[in-house]
C-alpha cells in the first residue's frame, strides 16, 4: 500500500492505494474504496475502466504539479510525499509572509484585489486561465496583500510569483 496527500484545486484529500500485477488499483481516497482497472494508452493518456464505466483521463505534468482533464473538467493537482505535506501543512498555518505562486502556466486575465488589500483565507487574488480553464488563485490565509508579482495580460510559468500575502 502507498500512502499520499493529493492537493487538488485547493481541497487537500488523503489518498492510500495498491496496484496489482493485472493493472488492477484498490483506492481508498478520503473516505470513499475504488476499485480500478488501468491502461496507460499513450504517455500522459490513461483509461479507466470504473464500476464498468469507461473514463479516459489525460494527465499533463507541469514540473512538480500535474493538470489532469477527466470528463471535460480540468483540475489542477498537486501529490505530495510525507515530507512535503508535512511542510506545506505547517506553511499553511504560518503566521509570517507566504507567497502565492503560479500552480501552472497561464494568463493572468483578472487581477481581483489590490497590494495593501485585506483577504481572508481561501478569497480570490487573481484569476489565471490555462488551457481554456480560469482558475481563481485564492489567499492560503488571512491577512494583507503585500505584493502582487504580475499584472492583468502577462503570462505565468509554473512557479511564478503571483502575489505575498502577510
Not at 126 to 147: D, F, H, W, Y
Amino acid at each position: 500500500m502507498t500512502k499520499n496527500t493529493a492537493i487538488i484545486g485547493d481541497e487537500r484529500i488523503e489518498i492510500v492505494h495498491d496496484r496489482n500485477e493485472s493493472n488492477s488499483v484498490h483506492a481508498r481516497i478520503g473516505d470513499r474504496t475504488y476499485d480500478v482497472r488501468t491502461l496507460s494508452v499513450e504517455p500522459g493518456v490513461f483509461w479507466f475502466n470504473l464500476d464498468g464505466r469507461s473514463v479516459e483521463v489525460v494527465v499533463t505534468v507541469f514540473g512538480d504539479r500535474y493538470l489532469v482533464s477527466v470528463g471535460g473538467q480540468q483540475l489542477p493537482v498537486e501529490i505530495l510525499d510525507a515530507r512535503t505535506a508535512l511542510k506545506k501543512a505547517t506553511q499553511h498555518g504560518h503566521d509570517g509572509l507566504i507567497e502565492v505562486r503560479a500552480p501552472m502556466p497561464g494568463k493572468v486575465v483578472k487581477i481581483l484585489l489590490t497590494e495593501g488589500a485585506e483577504v481572508n483565507a481561501n478569497q480570490g487574488i487573481l484569476v489565471v486561465e490555462a488551457m481554456k480553464m480560469q482558475n481563481e488563485i485564492k489567499s492560503p490565509k488571512k491577512g494583507v496583500i503585500r505584493r502582487l508579482g504580475v499584472t492583468e495580460g502577462v503570462a505565468v510559468n509554473l512557479g511564478d510569483l503571483l502575489a505575498s500575502v502577510e
